[in-house]
């Protein structure tokens, strides 16, 4: 059989395109996305690379720079505020992002994330009191909720018989939740994730407080082998689980994240001494407000047409570990049930699950403004 030369040459064209083209990529600067947040106690500048690129933070008087390693791509290439902590920002040369501080700027804390590889530059200092802003209409601190939908990007987290993914339904249930805390001016809401991506479970207690967040609520979807297990479930953090389900339910979801995390412990095995060491200094003082949290919206969630009492629960979930707040967990129902994730593709379960944990979040942040009343001011 004679060859096909002209079949060849054709395939070696494509592969030399191919090359070329890899080539031309991998040469080619990174991207730099710059996005900000005034919404925290904090004023926000994150940078997002469409690669890994390394970056060196420098403050002088009246402004930061952040001086990458090789050429890059700002997007925007220049940006102004109104901001009391952040004026403006704009590219000097092909790497160096020059950020001129505002009049209320005291000090700035910069951290560095991956997964896409992020620089996170938060501003400190005063601002003047605004409903929108990080104080109430009446003069109080903004009460900041982090909402943090579970899993996202590869990590689909559970899917449904009909191919429902949690990934999915916890980021649209935090769209929800976010919109109707935020009716309430003296709200701040920060989401852990507003696209579809795979954030590390330190990093979503880490953003946390850096917000310094008043509650922090991870919002999650079950999965058992008993297809009509149905019902919702809230969690606070211990270093023992209150029972075999809970420990294998907190074991499933802290290896869903051991490719991007240190190694999540098996569900037989403790959390590693320095794990425990931070769960007890972050976490103990807040152990009764969190219990109080959780049973505020497991009570909530049983008020639910058809939704079964399956109690609140402790487990160690690294995704609440380190967290310098209240800190719960919700697994909202089963979409390993047919009938239960068919409710779920409805907006009117969505927007009841939504509605319910918004008054136990009013209900306890009353709870907390009382002890926080002057004695005078107290009922």
Known sequence: MRPNLLGCTRVAALVACALLLGALRADAPPRVRVTVDTEGPSTRLVLTASRQVSAAVTASRGKIEIVYAEPVEIQPTEGRLEDA???????????????????????????????????????????????????????????????????????????????????????????????????????????????????????????????????????????????????????????????????????????????????????????????????????TQYLAASSRLAESIQAEMNLLAGTKNRGVRQAPFRVLMSATMPAVLVEAGFISNPEEEARFQGEEHRNSIVQGIARAIAQFRQGVLRLDMPREEKP
């Open 85 to 283: 902590l952040l004026l403006e920002w704009s590219l000097r040369g092909d790497r160096t992002l020059v950020v001129h501080t505002g009049p209320g700027y005291r000090e700035y804390e910069v951290f560095n994330l991956r997964n896409p590889t992020r620089v996170v530059l938060d501003l400190e200092g005063d601002r003047p009191a605004r409903g929108a802003g990080p104080r109430g209409t009446e003069g109080r601190p903004k009460f900041v909720v982090i909402l943090d939908p579970g899993h996202g990007g590869v990590e689909t987290g559970a899917i449904g018989p009909s191919g429902v993914q949690e990934k999915d339904l916890t980021l649209d249930l935090a769209r929800r939740l976010k919109a109707v805390l935020q009716q309430d001016a003296s709200v701040g809401v920060v989401l852990t994730r507003d696209e579809d991506r795979l954030v590390p479970l330190d990093e979503r207690t880490s953003i946390a407080n850096h917000n310094r967040a008043d509650l922090f609520l991870s919002i999650h979807l079950n999965s058992s082998k008993r297809r009509k297990a149905v019902g919702a479930e809230t969690y606070f953090l211990a270093p023992d689980s209150t029972d075999d389900e809970a420990r294998t339910v907190a074991a499933l979801e802290n290896r869903a994240y051991a490719s991007v995390d240190s190694p999540a412990p098996s569900a037989g095995e403790t959390q590693p001494g320095l794990d425990l060491v931070l769960w007890d200094l972050a976490q």
